[in-house]
C-alpha cells in the first residue's frame, strides 16, 4: 500500500503563492503518472494538473500559466508551484498516484482570501 503525504497548504492573500509538496512511501510510483486533483465546497472532485513519468505535463484550463507542476522521481515527490492565486482555488487538494483507481493523499487544505 503507498502511503502520500502532502504539505504546503495554507492561507494566502489573492495574488498570493504556495508550493504543495507530496511524497511517495514507495519508489515504485516512480513510473506512473501523478497529479493534483482539489475539491471546493460544494463542488466535485477536479484534476488540476498531472504529469507522466517522463515528464509530459497537463493543466486544467483555469490554472494554465498560474502554476507549475514537476516531479522529482529520485525522491518519489510531485511538486504543485501555485503563483497569481486567486479566490476561486481555495479548496482541499489531494496528491494522485495513477489516476482515480490509484492512490490518493489525505489533502491539504488551501485557502485564498483577505
Known amino acids: 500500500q503507498v502511503q502520500l503525504v502532502e504539505s504546503g497548504g495554507g492561507l494566502v492573500q489573492p495574488g498570493g503563492s504556495l508550493r504543495l509538496t507530496c511524497t511517495a512511501s514507495?519508489?515504485?510510483?516512480?513510473?506512473?503518472?501523478m497529479g493534483w486533483y482539489r475539491q471546493g465546497p460544494g463542488e466535485e472532485r477536479e484534476l488540476v494538473a498531472g504529469?507522466?513519468?517522463?515528464?509530459?505535463?497537463k493543466y486544467a484550463e483555469s490554472v494554465l500559466g498560474r502554476f507549475t507542476i514537476s516531479r522529482d522521481n529520485a525522491k518519489t515527490t510531485v511538486y504543485l508551484e501555485m503563483t497569481n492565486l486567486k479566490p476561486g482555488d481555495t479548496a482541499v487538494y489531494y496528491c494522485?498516484?495513477?489516476?482515480?483507481?490509484?492512490?490518493w493523499g489525505q489533502g491539504t487544505q488551501v485557502t485564498v482570501s483577505t
Open positions: 514507495d519508489s515504485s510510483v516512480s513510473i506512473y503518472p
Open positions: 504529469i507522466t513519468s517522463g515528464g509530459t505535463t
Open positions: 494522485n498516484v495513477n489516476g482515480h483507481a490509484g492512490y
